[in-house]
């Protein structure tokens, strides 16, 4: 029978417009019309011979079974409150600066798929754990530039790449004409992470040899050294550092669901604002998105990091020339002469930082950052879950399932993610990726939209039929229910899950300090490099 039932809410929740008349539940037409048919002696409707609580069968022969809209004052105002504050939270996050399709593109895969774009952003703290940890473990490096080395082999992956994508292209295309060889940008192929990780490691261990090569004069080793500190020191000053921004945007919209509970505590509520509070909470991961966009962080320029790694290719160049020895060469990048559309191709190999399709669970901590990405998700829709679950009617209905069937559809677009990786690369891969998040976003949209409208406003989504099946009842008078649960259940609740994920963001910053604080160079370092 439940299935019966769950059939029956899906089909009668879509059309907006009853052919009769049809009234609001709760309504005091609604409520006079039950009481009347109570009077006359027909107690049958009522769940527990409540005049309070009818059967879901009865309300909807009484006051009708088609959805209707609500005020669209009261609509402004619960988004406002609500959903307006979180989704502020977007507009304090770091994007690459490729343009604002890029940044539209890199909003549409958050949105639609979450779990990858937090997973992208933890691979990338990884990533500099990785190249800190090498440089404190090579034997003769000097002490005083092992963390600006670390932050130069950071800063040239996302190039290393690019690069890696395009000798595959250019190596693909050595039987082509050279007309075709100029176009075939969209053929980049995305690197192995057997092959990146290969590349970097060359490139890692040219660059520290250089620096810890001993059978050198002072005076070359000291150049060598502080060429790099330099090139540190402008890595350093070319980054974007949008913590505070960050922090003060989850201070409002903490604020925001403050006042909107206070406003709760003082009365100014209905029966649809637990529900309201529900589909806040479903999106409330974008906090724990918006701190590792700034966690990661990022530089001001597409252009920087290259034009400081180059400079320093030459000063290692010019250095060696002076000392009549060949300086090694330590970094390769795409030719922007042959191919002009180089740079576009950063955008999908490694520029950005929420989409980086060459990653892999190819080792147990990228497993644990999986599923740490997976986390605030689950989280979120818990709470969600729980708080639509206690407002009365107590219950799973159409808003809970709604609320899992967001979730549903977040981990099935990271799993087609997944998928694509495995028969596409490059451009090609990342035009896929960006249509099935379209593909994704606009029913999630619209229903999210038409849910805060009053698309659910229906006897079937009030009565949680899909867990009281034939027994299913809608209690019409909520103001005492309401105010006990905005009293105690919902702020626990909701504030439950806020804490949840600053908590996970703290933890991620603190296991990650280092790699988060690694282009952080303090006044007192830039005084001692430029001494030096």
Known sequence: MSSYYLLVTAITAIPLTAAGKTYEIGSKQCRDLINAQAAAGNRGILHNDDTNTPYLKSIKDICGGLPVEYPLDDVNGRIAAWVVPLFVLVGTMYFSPFGPTNTLSVVLHLLADPIMSMWSLLSKLAANRRYIRLCQLAPNLPDGVRRH?????????????????????????????????????SHL???????RETAMATTAATLINHLSDTNTSCDES???????LKAAKDLSDSRANGTWKTVLGTF????AVFIAFMSILRGQFNNRTGHSIAF??????LITAAFLTSIAGGFVNKRSARTILKRLQEDMDRIGEEAGVL??????????????????????????????????????????????????????????????????????????LQQLLYFALWAISACLTFLLKRTNAGAKLWRYVRIKDLIFFIPLVVFYIAAFYGLLNNPYCWSSCISLGPKAYVMLNQTAEITRLARTVWPGLAFAGLGSQLMLVAGVGWVYRKEALLFRIGDEDHEWIYRS
């Open 149 to 185: 080395t670390a932050m130069i082999l950071s800063a040239y992956e996302e190039w290393s790449i690019s690069f890696l994508a395009e000798k595959a292209r250019r190596d693909s295309c050595t039987s082509m004409t050279s007309r075709r060889s100029s176009y075939a940008t």
């Open 189 to 195: 192929k995305t690197p192995t992470v057997e092959e």
């Open 222 to 228: 000291c150049a060598r050294l502080n060429a790099c």
């Open 252 to 255: 409002n919209y903490l604020v």
């Open 280 to 285: 806040a909470m479903l999106f409330s991961w």
């Open 327 to 400: 300086a090694p060469q330590m970094f390769c990048f795409a030719e922007e002469e042959r191919n002009p559309k180089s740079f576009a191709s950063m955008e999908y190999c490694g520029g950005n930082y929420s989409y980086r399709p060459y990653e892999s669970v190819h080792n147990l901590e990228m497993g644990i950052l999986l599923a740490a990405s997976i986390f605030p998700i689950v989280l979120a829709t818990v709470i969600a879950v729980t708080i639509s679950y206690t407002s009365p009617t107590r219950g799973i209905g159409c808003r809970s």
